[in-house]
């Protein structure tokens, strides 16, 4: 079985970073708490070479905060789209971007949640136990508008998830309890100089800081 997917696409070989991180800059990551992380986003309806130069820009971003996935209103762009690079729970390695994505309801009878560690690079530092569908599918549109149907399970389905909350103006916090939601914030109190030092380093590295 192929071991990389790339829009949703196998493809027999894949380097480590997508090609569009050697294209893009580093941006500042939105925290938690600033308004545009907390409204729901614009569709995407404009599609050619600024969306195209979003899309570099966020993978080496995402790549620079060693993250598996980012929303565009995490570099501060108020437009449903994200962008990922993430592991299912099979090991196999999933690439690509979507705009205006929407998950697919799933039936009773298909939803098992898994209640694992999950993380936000715009809760920086802060690891919590959030229930999400084992499954996902999303469906939305490429960086040329064309139709497309990202399906994952495991880890993959808890990116595409958390990702497509993001487009709706949620963060991860707004799934906790407030006990859990105190606790991640003492996370992120104590944790969070040492995470950003980790990307300006990491941003370094790629020769895009």
Known sequence: MPRVFVQGAPVDSYP???PEARRGSVRRITEAGE????????DVTE???DLAALIDDMFVTMYAAEGAGLAANQVGVDLRLFVYDCPDDDGIRHVGHIANP?????????????????GCLSVPGAVMDVPRPDRAVVRGQDK????????????FARCL??????????V?????????RK??????AVRREDVFARRTARAEALGRS
């Open 16 to 18: 480590p970073l997508a």
């Open 35 to 42: 308004e545009v992380l907390h409204k729901p986003c614009r």
């Open 47 to 49: 599609f050619g070479p």
């Open 102 to 118: 929407v998950l697919d309801p799933l039936p009773p009878t298909a939803r098992r949640l898994l209640d694992e560690g999950e």
């Open 144 to 155: 040329d508008g064309h139709p497309l149907v990202i399906e994952g399970t495991g880890y």
């Open 161 to 170: 998830a958390h990702e497509t909350d993001h487009v709706h103006g949620h």
């Open 172 to 180: 991860y916090l707004d799934r906790l309890s407030r006990r859990d």
């Open 183 to 188: 606790e991640a914030l003492r996370q992120v």
